[in-house]
């Protein structure tokens, strides 16, 4: 393998990485609130077709990105009023949005423009183009650095950069404010922080909204940024490896880039070498494709250890009178 390839196979392994980051992180915050939530995928499949279906009708990628995070955030709040307010299963609700989204989108997207559920393909305006980063045509030819400048880290669009910052935010957000100690101690201890004055309904909404909201941009990028429109099913359970990736990262914000990269690097592998063989044997696509998954269950089952998850976690909080 030259070192082309493998500089091609980083570029996409960061490309592939950054809708299950926004996932990963999504989850991170709604789950520390003590509100699990599976309906990552269904969140991130209405966030992508809405984010197209408006980046088309509107030619701009930035309504279209307001389009996909409404979308998302909507659902969330539903998510929020069925688990929080009326105290529902979490996990049914989660289930419920996806299969709700699964079907809204080839429904309405069939509707709308006629073509199978899909949206048709976008182009100049109304997707996010890709973004030189400076110095990269200048560094170019230093030795090792410059290729990986110019070709892994520089020319992506903008939602990879805001994702890698996201992570950062988060890491600040949940360890180092007053906000995110609160929120943390509403996935232990809902009780002590009811007791100390602070709405524990509030905080558990804030995070289910701020779950939507990453959600939405991980859709946005499906659509208008990794490609250039909506597809059935693009999601293509991107939102259960990102739930994957959240329990072996143990939900820390860092680990949770690691395990997304690690995700995306088997995603990258598995476009890359479709049709490779192993000591002459032949090894089918359709295993090279399902790769992620195996290997997805495989870290789960052997990797990750003992991860606990926030103690209060999938528990509606019922205020004691």
Known sequence: MDLNTILQILDSTLRLATPLLFACLAGLFSERAGVFDIGLEGKMLAAAFMAASVAYFSGSVWIGLLGGVAASMTLALVHGVASITFRGNQLISGVAINFLAAGITVVVGKDWFEMGGRTPALEGP?????????FAGTLRDVPLIGPIYF???????????????????????????????????????????????????GLRYTAVLICGFLCGLAGVFLSTGLTAGFTNNMSAGRGFIALAALIFAKWRPAYALMACLLFGLLGALENRFQNID???IPIPTQFMQALPYILTVVILAGFVGKAVPPRAGGEPYVKER
């Open 126 to 134: 109304a997707r996010f183009q890709d973004i030189v980063l400076p």
């Open 151 to 201: 070709e892994v880290i520089s020319g992506h669009t903008i939602l990879v950069y805001v994702g890698l910052l996201a992570v950062l935010v988060t890491w600040w957000v949940l360890f180092r404010t007053r906000f995110g100690l609160r929120l943390r101690a509403v996935g232990e201890n809902p009780e002590s922080v009811d007791t100390a004055g602070v709405s524990v309904v």
């Open 278 to 280: 192993v000591f002459g």
